[in-house]
């Protein structure tokens, strides 16, 4: 019959319409805004600076190291080193970002600076509605405006920082037991060295 | 498939072609036959059409850029000096004049194996840079020709319609070049690096902009 | 249309008398048409309906994309791989990797392969999906085949998103391996994706093959014959069907290829239906081998252990490597000479390459068919002008 392959096609179409009202493999349109997709953790859209603790820039764990500046491609990121150093969320005086800029209308979320930082400090967020206004301007985030909370980047990427929290957390106790094994080994020489100095005359005659 | 077999049937086929194994020391062990201009059609049609080789597609054709390289070293020469010989020393500067480089790829459709890497090089980079074209003997040749021609300069003689394929007809100067120097056309660059940013503190010590 | 004597022959073309020139429209197709799959211009001469010649105009989309990579790392032209043919990421990604592993003698561990498998065949599906959508909504069909192939590979973006990181630009391969592994409940989550395949390629099937007006539109138009894809380089889909039996999967044995049994259609006429059968065909085989890939799988190492990601100096030297991606064969050619940048770095593009023909298919036909022709090619811009 002719038109006989039109005429299966056009079952196929109704069989996919009038399907649609009744199983949910068929309706596939989501009502975007209205209806979300469900987020999938691990997406990326633009990096963000991570810190810990309450204050955004005692806690930052970036140390300019300056690493990223060099691996990224499209060399959107620019790091301005500071002259001195602060105290970290651990206490050691590290280095800190005078100046962190990344340019996002340049980033390609190629998120390879992510891979080579060797503090986890730079990570992945996921918000996508960063439109601006200002051409010049309103697309370079300065370090304020990356730096989120630690909590914030367990929210987004839950199995991902986990983690990271571990890994870190378990490298603190073990420099924390190895500045206490030192600790202990110093005392015990100290104490030592004292129980020596005791038990000889003092150099030079009683006076 | 040894390479070495292939050069010898080709020079046995090709009479009065110079043929040099070119050696690749990578891991890759796609070692080349570097081919002269003059025999080039022949010896690609003999690739094409002996029965034991049958290399029928001609998969890349690359350009390369070689730039020139000026040596300057301290020789020591025996000169006659008001009368007397005397050792002298004079720097001598020599230039090699650099070339550009046509590499292509051939594999073989109906025997299945290959690559064969052929390599072309001009006389110089400036006024001898006419290269013979394999589009007569393979057509998947003529739009990456024309590539090289645009983007290298390299002039290939009977290719049937050379001209820009990239860069628009009215361009001028040849951008894969590693001596191309691109326009000044940055306009905001707020995290300029290296030769942008040294281009960017000119536009700044030249006066206005950001 | 070609002669079968000399296959690398330009296309006989009829000289324009002074007086019949007259009567030649010359139009120029694009670089803004919706059906040029991206910005892609031809000069088109007419004789009323009936193409007299046709002239590509490429470089519209040319980012430069071989010079950036000389002054990039071999790990910073990752992601611009991506944007090559921006349908397939993670082909491009493959490629790269395989050409730069060639160089340096790089070796791949066994877990990683079979990544590379699985997403480099999802890709295969989604490509070959879009394809199809694309060319029945360039001949008219608005949008509902389209609509369709979307449905599927919206499935398979979100299986890419949630292993890495992104829908399309996906950066995955690295030298040596993958980036990231397999996270909990991916592999399910793609079995139940690539079982509820070949329903949907049923129903596709059923809406498309037998349909006259696609039959009318598509067979004996854009015949390719075989000696002038074999003298044209032309590679992938397109080559085969015309009846050139050259998968480079089944040829270079590279990767672990070898492994799986599938088929490789081929076609005999060498006209647009073949090239739109061919690709329903191979999505079938896309799902055998996914099959096999996510069945036999093993645990290990994703990437060499000996790799560093920062600092890569492979010695001097040069590879070809090139993969069968789902356009043609992808390969790119690499020289180094000792530094973190390469020296020369080319990408091999099928698409552009596939082009080298659409005068001499077009020629003698209607205006209507440029668009079919030109879709079944199945070009990217991005891979065109790089």
């Known amino acids: 019959m ?16 009038f399907g649609s009202y009744f199983r949910k493999d068929r309706l596939t349109t989501v009502q975007y805004p209205e209806q979300r997709d469900p987020p999938i953790e691990a997406a990326r859209s633009f990096p963000f600076l991570v810190y810990d603790g309450e204050d955004w820039q005692q806690g930052m764990r970036c140390v300019a190291c300056q690493i990223c500046e060099k ?55 996921v918000v996508t509605d960063l439109s601006s ?29 986990a983690a990271v929290d571990a890994r870190l957390a378990a490298e603190r106790a073990r420099q924390e037991a190895k500045a206490k094994a030192a600790a202990e080994a110093k005392s015990a020489a100290d104490a030592k060295l004292a129980a020596v100095t005791q038990a000889q005359p003092e150099i030079g005659g009683p006076r | 498939m040894n390479l070495e077999a292939i050069k010898s049937e080709l020079e046995a086929a090709v009479p009065g072609c110079r043929l040099e194994l070119v050696a690749n020391p990578s891991p890759s062990g796609q070692h080349s036959l570097r081919i002269d201009s003059a025999h080039a059609v022949a010896v690609a049609l003999t690739l094409r059409d002996a029965p034991g080789l049958r290399f029928d597609l001609c998969s890349n054709v690359t350009g390369i850029d070689w730039p020139g390289k000026q040596t300057t070293e301290k020789v020591k020469l025996h000169k006659l000096v008001d009368g007397t010989q005397q050792e002298v020393e004079e720097l001598r500067t020599t230039t090699t004049p650099g070339s550009l480089e046509v590499v292509y790829h051939l594999f073989s459709i109906e025997k299945k194996h290959g690559p064969i890497v052929l390599r072309m090089s001009t006389i110089d980079r400036d006024a001898n840079v006419h290269l013979p074209s394999l589009t007569p003997v393979w057509r998947s040749a003529e739009l990456q020709e024309r590539e090289i021609f645009d983007l290298f300069g390299v002039v290939f003689d009977g290719h049937p319609d050379l001209r820009r394929l ?8 040849h951008p894969m070049r590693r001596d191309y120097v691109g326009p000044d056309d940055y306009e905001y660059e707020p995290t300029a690096h290296d030769e942008v940013l040294r281009r960017a503190n000119q536009h700044l010590s030249e006066g206005g902009g950001r | 249309m070609n002669t079968i004597a000399d296959p690398t022959a330009q296309p006989e073309l009829e000289p324009l008398s002074e007086t019949s020139k007259e009567q030649l429209l010359e139009i120029a197709m694009g670089p803004q048409h919706p ?35 000389e002054s990039e790392t071999y790990l910073g032209s990752m992601p611009y791989t991506d944007r090559l043919d921006y349908m397939c990421p993670i082909t491009n990604n493959w490629a790269y990797a395989l050409a730069v592993e060639k160089l340096a003698g790089i070796q791949v561990p066994e877990r990683a392969e079979y990544l590379r498998v699985i997403v480099g065949e999802l890709t295969r599906l989604q490509n070959h999906a879009c394809l199809i959508g694309f060319l029945m909504q360039d001949m008219g069909a608005s949008g509902t085949p389209l609509m369709y192939a979307f449905r599927e590979r919206e499935k398979i973006l979100d299986l890419f998103e949630s292993l890495t990181g992104a829908r399309m630009m996906c950066n995955y391969m690295r030298f040596g391996g993958c980036r990231v592994d397999l996270p909990a409940g991916w592999l399910d989550q793609a079995k139940i994706v690539v079982a509820g395949f070949p329903r949907f390629l049923d129903e596709f099937e059923q809406l ?75 999505m079938r085989e896309s799902v055998s081998i996914l099959e096999q890939a996510m069945r036999d799988i093993p645990a290990g ?8 990601v920062r600092g890569f100096r492979p010695k001097p030297g040069e590879a070809y490597g090139r993969i069968e991606a789902p356009k043609g064969e992808l390969g790119f050619y690499l020289i180094s000479d000792g530094s973190p940048n390469p020296y020369r770095y080319r990408v091999r593009p099928p698409s552009l390459i596939n082009l080298t023909v659409l005068e001499d298919l077009c020629v003698g036909r209607n205006v209507a068919d440029i668009v079919t022709i030109l879709g079944s090619i199945d070009i990217v811009l991005g891979e065109v002008d790089r």
């Open chain 3, 301 to 308: 190492p994703i990437v060499d252990p000996k790799m560093k």
């Open chain 1, 133 to 161: 206004g200002d051409r010049f301007g309103g697309l370079l985030l300065d370090r304020q405006r990356l730096a989120k909370s630690d909590q914030y980047y367990n929210s987004i990427h839950p199995t991902e920082a």
């Open chain 2, 166 to 173: 990239l860069m628009w007809d009215e361009f001028v100067d």
């Open chain 1, 2 to 17: 002719v038109g006989e392959g039109i005429l299966k096609g056009m079952a196929e179409t109704a069989r996919n319409f």
């Open chain 3, 35 to 69: 059906s040029t799959h991206g910005v892609f211009r031809m000069n088109v001469v007419l004789d009323g309906e009936h193409v007299v010649r046709l002239k590509p105009v490429f470089g519209y989309l040319h980012r430069n994309h071989e010079k950036i990579a």
């Open chain 1, 71 to 125: 691996e990224c491609p499209p060399k959107c990121i620019f790091i301005e080193k500071s002259k001195d150093k602060k105290p970290d969320a651990n206490g050691k005086p590290q280095f800190f970002p005078a100046t962190f800029n990344i340019d996002i209308s340049v980033c390609m979320s190629c998120q390879i600076c992510v891979e080579v930082c060797p503090f986890d400090a730079i990570k992945m967020d």
């Open chain 3, 208 to 282: 498309l093959v037998g349909n006259e007006i696609l039959m009318d539109r598509t067979q004996e138009v854009g015949v390719l014959s075989r000696e002038l894809a074999v003298s044209a380089g032309i590679s992938g889909p397109m080559a085969r069907a015309s009846g050139v039996d050259y998968d480079i999967r089944k040829v270079d044995h590279y990767s672990i290829y070898d492994r799986f049994a599938f088929r490789v259609p081929l076609g005999s006429h060498g006209d647009v239906y073949d090239r739109f059968m061919v690709r329903l065909l191979e």
